[in-house]
């Protein structure tokens, strides 16, 4: 038996893999996005950047509350932040300005009396 030399490679497998591979990027960067809450800020002329390990709080145009991007009620809002540490864990508050402002003012009455100390209000520049 006779063994043929290797001298080339087939690359249509490679690139059907790429291509696959390529085509599985797009369909989840896609999902990536969508998953943001759509709030409308409002305005501020003061600007300071949030830390990327900050506990989330948002209220949407219709009143509801999402802690983590995850809806809540108002009695589960204060589950949840009672098991945080008040002293240590940062709360950004989103509001989106065609919210009731009684909501925003809940939410921070509920944040003093548990007793935390910092709190971020996020705006938009």
């Known amino acids: ?9 087939n690359v249509v497998p490679f690139i059907d893999i ?8 797009l ?16 305005q501020s ?3 300071a950047k949030i830390p990327p390990k900050s506990i989330s709080i948002t209220i949407d145009k219709t009143g509801h509350y ?12 204060k589950t949840h932040l009672g098991k945080l540490d008040p002293v ?5 508050l989103n509001a989106d300005q065609k919210s009731q402002f009684q909501k925003f003012v809940t939410v921070i009455d509920i944040l003093k009396r548990k007793g935390f100390k910092k709190i971020s209000i996020v705006t938009a520049q």
């Open 27 to 42: 369909a989840t960067a896609t999902f990536v996005i969508k998953n943001e809450l759509p709030v409308d800020l409002p």
């Open 45 to 47: 002329g003061s600007q």
């Open 88 to 92: 240590k864990d940062l709360v950004t």
């Open 18 to 25: 790429v291509l696959v591979l390529l085509v599985i990027v």
């Open 1 to 9: 038996m006779r063994r043929r030399r290797f001298t080339e490679i």
């Open 66 to 77: 999402f802690f983590e991007k995850r809806p809540v009620t108002l009695e589960e809002l």
